[in-house]
Structures are given as C-alpha cells and as structure tokens.
C-alpha cells in the first residue's frame, strides 16, 4: 500500500493541472482496498476513488483522499466454444485490454480501441465509440465498499449513456476491484456508424483492420493528452424531444441526428458547438481543439476553474442559439 501527503495530481490529470491532494492512497489487492475504505482518513474525509484521471477536471486543490487502484492482470475464467469471460483487473490500461482481446481473436470491444483510461473506469463511464458501448460485453463487476463486497450484474450496474450505478453519489460507494467481460469468438462486427465503412473500403474485415481503423481515425481527429492537456469529449450528446428536433430541422435542415428513447433525439454536440463558431475558439490558455469542436484543451498554464468558465461560456452560446441545455461529460472534483 502506498500512501502519500500534499501529493501532485498533476500526472494523474489528462488537463496537466497542477493540482494536489492532502493524501493519496494507492492499493494492489482487494485486502488493502478494504483497508483504506475502513481508514480513519478516509472516513473522517472526503474522498474520491481515480483511475487514469482522463474523465476528470480538478477545479482546485483537492483537500481530501484520492485513492487509486493498482489491481491488474486478465485471467479467462470461462471458455466455450463460442465465447469467453474475462476477469479483468481494474487497474489495466483500457486499450491494453482490447489490444490483447484482438490479438487472441476475441471480439465485442475493438470498436472501442485507442479509448484512454483504465478498465475500472472505462465501466463507470460507461465508454462507447463507433456504436458500441462497454455495457454491451459486462456480465459482471465486482466491487466494494466499507462494509462489504459485492459482484453486481449487468441489471444492477444500471448503465445509460456515458452514465452507470457507480458514477451516482453515494454516502458509502462501492469501489470497482475487476471486472467480467463476455467476447465472442465468431466477432460480430458493428461498422455501420461514421465512417468506419469507408475508412475498411477495400480491406478485410478483420478485429486486427477494425482495431487499426478505429485508432487512425481517433488518432487524427484527437489530440494527444501528453501533448496537449484535454479529457477527451468535454460533453455528452444532448438527448431531445422529437418535437423540439423537427423545430431545428426547419431552421437547420443538415442538423445531424441519431435514435434515442421513445420520442427523443439525440444530436451532436460537436455540430451544435461548430455551428456557433466555437471551434478552433481560444481564451488565454484554455481553447476548443481546431479538428474537433468537442474537445477542450489546455493549451499550457490553464486551472481547472478558467477551463471550466470556458465550458461554460461554451454551454451558453449552444442554448441562446439552439434551445440545448449541453451536460459535461467530464466529472468537476472541487472541494
């Protein structure tokens, strides 16, 4: 177990921001986990519970525990003819659990390739790209808090879009320790979702192919964090109502669109903020990436509290000129 004082957040932040936190407590296996959950600490404190920090703006110093887990390792603990699960530990690197999914010829996740993170974390988020979310492949995830252990099913993780049952708030949350992924052997490939077909136009269709179109089109239109301090997609693709949609339709007939709930809509919050003119848009140090209006960077020397002013000003510009309330997709820490 490694615990720390006045510790720098700054490399545990994809925005760069050199922030700290009163302590810091890392564990390698589940009997530490319960340790620090029933710590004196992290009792009489508030704390929060990290992975890789790509989902996270610091608005200041963090005065608190952050706890990190440091459980890896992928084991098959079920094998069939068709499928296998896998007992994945919390503290791998997201993209090295589909990287090693593809190379053994399993598939359900390479869609969801080049996805920063960690897996704990990838299911609190509920990760998707290119039509798939990890919802789609989790059995199982197993999970802690102070009181007790629990391996919570697919129905009780209660995964929406970009949202699960351990993201809520909840005075004694539980901790993810591993999770369960169920990958097909036969892969059944989903292409149909931006141009993932034309970028494989004249290749075989293989996870390997998929796996590599996904990563060069991410590649290109994303900027890298440890060249320039982002958190990927800043916000969620607004959900509307029908009606509300076919209103914008006859003001802006190219509006993009995509099915949601019965009798919603859901849009893209990229279109909406390119379309107010925000893309390339910068202030001081803080600024919307040039090639995708999405993401919002730290050009150098940002704090948490001016990007989160800038996301701000981003949200009310999208509803003076649309009607669309734009929720963030990052999680604000600020205590």
């Not at 177990?1 to 545990?12: K, N, P, T, V």
């Not at 359900?108 to 290119?130: F, K, R, T």
């Not at 077909?197 to 590649?219: C, M, Y």
């Not at 893209?268 to 090639?291: F, M, S, T």
Request: glycine share 8%; with cysteine; hydrophobic share 35%.
């Amino acid at each position: 177990m490694r615990i720390e004082q006045d510790y720098s957040l700054e490399s545990h932040n994809t925005f760069h921001l050199p922030v700290k936190t009163s302590w810091f407590m890392e564990y390698e296996n589940e009997e530490e986990l319960t340790r620090i959950l029933r710590d004196g600490t992290v009792r009489d404190h508030e704390s929060i519970h990290i992975g890789e920090g790509s989902n996270l703006l610091f608005i200041n110093d963090f005065n608190g525990v952050v706890i990190h887990s440091n459980i890896k390792g992928i084991t098959v603990v079920e094998n069939s003819p068709e499928s296998v699960l896998l007992r994945v530990g919390a503290a791998e690197r997201w993209d090295s659990v589909v990287a090693y999914a593809v190379s053994e010829g399993w598939g359900g996740i390479e869609n969801l390739s080049h996805i920063p993170g960690e897996a704990g974390a990838a299911v609190v988020q509920n990760i998707g790209a290119y039509g798939v979310e990890i919802k789609d492949v989790v059995e199982a995830v197993e999970a802690y808090n102070m009181f007790m252990k629990h391996i919570f099913t697919k129905e009780e993780c209660r995964f929406d879009y970009r949202n699960s049952y351990f993201r809520n708030y909840d005075p004694n949350p539980f901790i993810i320790a591993h999770i369960y992924l169920r990958l097909q052997k036969t892969p059944r490939f989903k292409l149909d979702y931006g141009n993932l077909t034309e970028a494989l136009k004249g290749s075989e269709i293989t996870l390997q192919t998929v796996r590599k179109a996904v990563t060069e089109a991410r590649r290109n239109k994303l900027p890298d964090p440890e060249e320039l301090g982002n958190a990927g997609s800043f916000f969620m693709n607004p959900t509307i109502p029908q009606a509300q949609f076919y209103d914008l339709k006859n003001k802006y007939a190219n509006i993009p669109s995509y099915p949601a709930s019965k009798g919603c809509v859901k849009v893209p919050a990229a279109w909406l903020i390119e379309q107010c003119g925000l893309k390339g848009k910068r202030e001081g140090h803080v600024g919307v990436y040039e090639k995708h209006a999405l993401i919002i960077v730290n050009h150098g020397g940002a704090t948490g509290d001016e990007i989160a002013c800038f996301a701000e000003d981003i949200c009310r510009e999208v509803y003076y000129k649309f009607g669309i309330i734009l929720m963030p997709e990052v999680r604000y820490v600020e205590q």
